[in-house]
């Protein structure tokens, strides 16, 4: 059964820095691209880019290129979100997707998410 | 790059069917396939039509999707709606590397 489980919600303080994760299993994590999407309290889904562990080949969304770094351990099967300063502006809840195998980009299989809140 | 545009909510009873629209804003809508995920509340999405008008196996076939040159849009049909179908559908697709979500559509079954 595919799997993609998140670590658990976070509270942090503006300018801190963070990193998430989302570790696959079920499927060969090296072979399948793991995107990441945000969503905002009450709002929809944005696309925040995406990762292919095998070679850690990353693509951006230009809304995020240099807002967030994406990774990958294909070690541990575990793909990575982070931020190095962040802002009340990225509490949001996260979610990793897995990339279907086709030519069609979507996602076939969803993470729980991740609730990450920034206050002062 | 494009945007894709659905209403902000719909509602109809159950029984009954109710079809949400995704407009492409530029580029036509039968250049990249579109999909549509369906968001419960408190959950995380799910697939319920990938390539247009394919349904991933578990997704009952009152889902159905389709796609209209002439509108440029997109569009998800469920029938015979139960009340386990209240949820927000999003629409998505892609241009060369950035994939494009649209604002989704709450679905109201009362």
């Known amino acids: 059964e595919v799997q993609l489980v998140q670590s658990g919600a976070e509270v942090k303080k503006p300018g801190e820095s963070l990193k998430i994760s989302c570790k696959g299993s079920?499927?060969?994590?090296?072979?399948?691209?793991i995107g990441w999407v945000r969503q905002m309290p009450g709002k929809g889904l944005e696309w925040m880019g995406i990762?292919?562990?095998?070679?850690?080949?990353?693509r951006y969304s230009p809304s995020f290129q240099g807002q967030v770094t994406i990774s990958a351990d294909k070690s541990i099967s575990t793909a990575y979100l982070q931020w190095s300063s962040l802002k009340a502006s990225d509490t949001a809840m996260y979610y990793c997707a897995r990339r279907s195998s086709g030519w069609t980009p979507y996602f076939d299989y969803w993470g729980q998410g991740t609730l990450v809140t920034v206050s002062s | 790059n494009f945007m894709l545009t659905q209403p902000h909510s719909v509602s109809e009873s159950p029984g009954k069917t109710v079809t949400i629209s995704c407009t492409r804003s530029?580029?036509?809508?039968?250049?990249?396939?579109v999909q549509w995920y369906q968001q419960r509340p408190g959950s995380a999405p799910t697939t319920v039509i990938y390539?247009?008008?394919?349904?991933p196996s578990g997704v009952p076939d009152r889902f159905s999707g389709s796609i209209d040159s002439s509108s440029n849009s997109a569009s998800l049909t469920i029938s015979g709606l139960k009340t386990e179908d209240e949820a927000d559908y999003y629409c998505?697709?892609?241009?060369?590397?950035?994939?494009?979500f649209g604002g989704g559509t709450k679905l109201t079954v009362l």
């Open positions: 530029s580029g036509s809508i039968a250049s990249n396939y």
């Open positions: 390539e247009d008008n394919q349904r």
């Open positions: 998505q697709s892609y241009d060369s590397s950035n994939w494009v």
């Open positions: 079920g499927y060969s994590f090296t072979s399948y691209w």
């Open positions: 990762i292919y562990p095998g070679d850690s080949d990353t």
